[in-house]
């Protein structure tokens, strides 16, 4: 039976955020030791180019995003693993898939409009092709399943419309992928603002943690955590940095959100916010001692990088090669 194939990928701006692990690397990290599932996770360097990056310092953060795939444990033998650029039949089923995007549908997009507002100087035609790049990731793979946090579903959404639109125009083609978004922990929210989500370019450092944070940043960062004037632990929608507090914790130490209440209830405020930034702690220190080593050898990251790379194109050439020949293109 062929595997099923699973498909993710991280933007390398900002840090990886705990939001990131928690939303999306934890689950890969579940999935890559099941045998049903071949997985591919990317590094989305392309779509960074939708805002300005420094060359230099987005170079060096796309290895450094790479290197903390393999820090928090992804395994090259068990995935493959690449950068977006390095395997260019990505943009080129973009330009087939904007053939068959509507304006309408990708300027109705939450991230295009929210991003258009943070960037007015800078509405490039890149901001508002990003779920039409998104969904070629996706569809190139023959992907089933999508582990992402909630913010992505409606980038899934277009993934899913554009494969069921090609698929009736030319007969099946593209598999139509599914969001995988688990239950606790699809939406951390920020620190400093917990209704808003924990998120990676947030000007303010101590809304967010990086996984490299040391254990005296995160103990800091959750102690000046915002929460609310009462004092009960309960998890519930008027009570967004409580609950924010608990999804961290029950996320940290693989518990239900109710075996969380159940730990935490009873602790002041204070001592809720040093358990929570104590499992955070546990949680990240393996990741940060492993990273070093592997940034330490560049030449082997790299060759990670070149072979998930191979692999990758491997399918989608295949792919490609099918959609060119039904949209009537001539074949050499
Ligand atoms: P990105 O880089 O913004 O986020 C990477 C992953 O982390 C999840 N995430 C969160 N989950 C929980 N709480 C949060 N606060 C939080 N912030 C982020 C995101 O949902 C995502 O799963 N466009 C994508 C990257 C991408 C991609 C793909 C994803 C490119 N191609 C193909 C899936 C499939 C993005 O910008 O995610």
Redesign the pocket.
Known sequence: MDKKII???????GVV????Y????QNWLKLQDDTNYQCIY?I?DL?SLTVRQVPAEFRNRALSFFAQYLACGLDPQKNIMYF?SHVHEHTELTWILNCFTYVGEASRMT?FKEKSQKHPDNINMGLMD??V??AA??LLYN?AL???????KQ??EI?RDLAMRFNNLYSSTFTVPEPLISKV??????LQNPTA????SDENVNATISILDSEDDIMRKFKRAVTDSDTEIRFGEDKPGISNLITIYASCKGISIENAVKELQGLTYASLKEAVGSSVVQLLAPIKLRYNDIMNDKENLLNIAREGAEQASYIARKTLRKVYKKVGLVQL
């Open positions: 498909y993710s990928g991280i933007q390398p701006t955020t705990l939001g990131n928690i939303g999306a690397l990317s989305a779509h977006q991230q990003y779920p790049l998104m990731d996706i992907t999508v582990p992402v946090g909630v913010d992505q980038h899934l993934a922990g699809a939406k951390i929210m920020s989500k924990m998120s990676k």
